[in-house]
Structures are given as C-alpha cells and as structure tokens.
C-alpha cells in the first residue's frame, strides 16, 4: 500500500465525504463499482472479513473520540488491543508516549482537554500498528493550539512511514495535504497536487 494522501474538502455537507471514509474503513460496501485495497478488492469480501480487515489494517480517529467515559486513557487504548489481540499495558503506555500522553494514561476522558482526548484516540487507532490511519474531521472540536499538535502527530507518523486519509471541511488543514480531492455533490470537483511548507500527508 503506497502512502496516501490527505482528502480534505471544506464544500457543504452531503457530498460524500463520509460515506467514502466509511467504505474505505470497510464499514459500508458500494452499491456498485471497486474498492481496491492493499491490492484487493474489498467490495468482494464478507462482511466477516471486513471487520477482519478493519482491525488487522486499518486505524480509525473520529472527531467525536468514542472514547469509554469510565477507562482511563491507557485502559482506552488496551481496549483495541483486546480486539486485534492481547492487551499489553507497557505497549499502550508507548502509545500514550508517542503521542505526548504518559503523564495522563491515568486520567478519565472528564479529565482530558479535547485535544488531549484526541491523542488518546490517535494513540488507540495506533496501537495495533495499522497499514491505513483514517483521520474524520480530527481536528474538528480542537482550538487552534491543540490543532497544530494532533497535525504535528500527523506529521511524525507519516514520517515514519504511515499512510494517512484526512477527511475535513477545513481549508488550512486541507492545506497542509500535498494531494487533495475535492468531493462536491458525491463527485470527485477537482485533484490538486501541490508542495506543502511543513509535511503532514503525503502521497
């Protein structure tokens, strides 16, 4: 799977982005057509082996956290862990650390600033190492200080190596993506391909 890039469009609600984000998370299936991922085409699979695909390849951080009120942050990562896995204490506590979390892995969700309940989902879309980071609207509910440090997150992660699908109405999130798609009226608008000043998601 090649690095993706950033998907941003800031048009009116109702032009598909959603719906494009659900079915490459393997969650909703195409009415029609092919959806090609890591070289297969996941339109043909059941809808068994797409939970298997969604937890073995794919990392998901919602604007809205879904995080478990009543789990620390650490226990909210581990919880991913229980699903792909065995949970692994000091592995979700890297987690937290790669996010700059360690010193709040003992805090509940009430707790936590939104940026900072942001990073724990980054952390938890993480933990099980996915081949695909989807990002919707992660940077929605964040101030402007809090914004730039989940995208610097972005930044390092694919830095190292992660590919990354940022959905946003956003236009300076949007900015940051070195290939953007503009999705208007469920139809692709417009690709633009473009150098970024500071690289976040890139092709």
């Known amino acids: ?100 979390l360690a010193d709040r892995a003992k805090h509940l969700p009430n707790q936590l600033s939104g940026g900072e309940q942001q990073r724990v989902c980054i952390a938890r879309a993480l933990i099980n190492h996915p081949a695909l980071l989807l990002a919707d609207e992660p940077t929605g509910n964040l101030d402007e200080k809090d914004e730039y440090l989940v995208m610097d997150i972005f930044e390092k992660l694919h830095n190292a190596g992660s590919s990354i699908i940022v959905v946003t109405h956003d236009p300076e999130v949007g900015d940051e993506a070195e290939r953007m798609i503009v999705l208007e009226h469920e139809r692709i608008a417009r690709e633009e391909k473009k150098k970024r000043q500071r690289p976040i998601i890139a092709e």
């Open 1 to 100: 799977m090649k690095k993706a890039s950033g998907l941003p469009s800031w048009d009116p609600s109702g032009s598909g982005k959603t719906t494009m984000m659900n079915i490459i998370g393997c969650m909703d299936k195409p009415s029609l057509g092919e959806v090609i991922l890591d070289g297969t085409d996941i339109t043909k699979r059941s809808r068994k082996e797409l939970t298997e695909v969604r937890r073995d390849k794919i990392g998901l951080v919602f604007q809205q956290f879904h995080l478990m009120n009543y789990l620390t942050a650490l226990e909210n990562v581990m919880m991913a862990q229980y699903y792909h896995s065995m949970p692994d204490e000091e592995e979700a506590m890297e987690a937290l650390r790669e996010v700059g």
